[in-house]
């Protein structure tokens, strides 16, 4: 049996050589962050959650980055901060130890006895 190229035989090589053509088309066209750039992308860019700290290069964040009340103190990590981190006034006692109350001091000497009273009406 001879074989004979048909249309067929053709169309079907055609469509195999583009589908895998087509992939390697694809690959290169990936976007790498060499070909972004600098200062192109905005946070809506991003997707929410993709970002960590490894994604986030050391010393580039500030205050001004940071929205507000979106730090709470499992975001810091222990003895990270210093005095010098810390807005003077920006602290309460509830921030500090858990409680509006310090602890309680010792007990204090017996005091001196009051004025005696007037006698009350009787009963």
Do not use: E
Not at 29 to 41: C, D, V
Not at 48 to 77: P, Y
Not at 87 to 101: E, T
Request: no cysteine; proline share 4%.
């Amino acid at each position: 049996m001879r074989r004979r190229l048909t249309a067929s035989n053709v169309v079907a090589g055609l469509a195999i050589f583009v589908a895998l053509g087509g992939t390697s088309v694809a690959a290169t066209g990936l976007i790498t962050g060499k070909k972004i750039k600098n200062s192109s992308l905005t946070g809506a860019d991003i997707k929410n959650g993709s970002l960590t700290g490894g994604d986030i290069k050391n010393g580039s964040l500030t205050g001004a980055d940071i929205q507000d009340s979106s730090l709470t103190g499992t975001d810091v990590k222990d003895s990270s901060l210093t005095g010098a981190d810390i807005k003077d006034g920006s602290l309460s006692p509830i921030d500090i130890n858990g409680s509006l109350l310090g602890p309680a001091g010792p007990v204090g000497p017996v005091g001196s006895p009051g004025v005696k009273g007037t006698k009350g009406d009787a009963g």
